[in-house]
């Protein structure tokens, strides 16, 4: 099978709506496939350890011969492949979205699914210096940045189906001056 006709990576900090993002645009463009890294993580056991928080530490090599090689076998005209450690790999041939979000929006969420108050504010700082957004960009070629909420789905799907769109960074240090205010942090 020749590659599909685009791939398409999505990628942002933990909590930021990667997955839900990648699901419903899938389903609104319709001939797309999507796969989720950090299932294949732990279906294909491409793991070396667990860390202190419980993430499962990625072999990064081997995961990209895997997705490179699923995007190669599918039939569908788009390959939708999300994941936060896919802004730190180069998959071929890939335009790379990253999905932001407000961190109040990504506190909240964090929280619900039990992150160790060390790790939010490790996924705070992340996505507020737009970790993800410049790793991204030193890995593709094309790279473009989505804040998560109403439209997004919809300029996103856009996007894939060819639409031209300003590059464009999106910027949230304000918003950590603000939130370290707010929550007492100290460093």
Known sequence: MT?????????GTPASGKTTMADKVAKRIGDAEVIHANDVVRSKRL????????????????????LEKR??????????????ILCD?????AMAIVVRE??????RRMERRGYAASKIKENIISEAIDYCGISAQENYGKVFEIM?????????????KGMKMTRRGIEMLHELMEFTKRSGWNS
């Open 47 to 66: 793991f070396t350890a667990y860390a202190r928080d419980g993430a499962m530490l990625a072999q990064m090599g081997r995961l990209k011969k895997e």
């Open 89 to 93: 790999m180069k998959i071929r041939n």
């Open 71 to 84: 995007i190669r076998s599918s039939k569908k005209g788009v390959v939708i492949v999300e994941g936060h």
């Open 148 to 160: 998560n909420g109403k439209g997004a789905v919809a300029e996103v799907a856009s996007l894939v």
């Open 3 to 11: 590659e599909p006709m685009k791939v398409i990576v999505i990628t």
């Open 102 to 107: 407000h961190l109040r929006v990504l506190e």
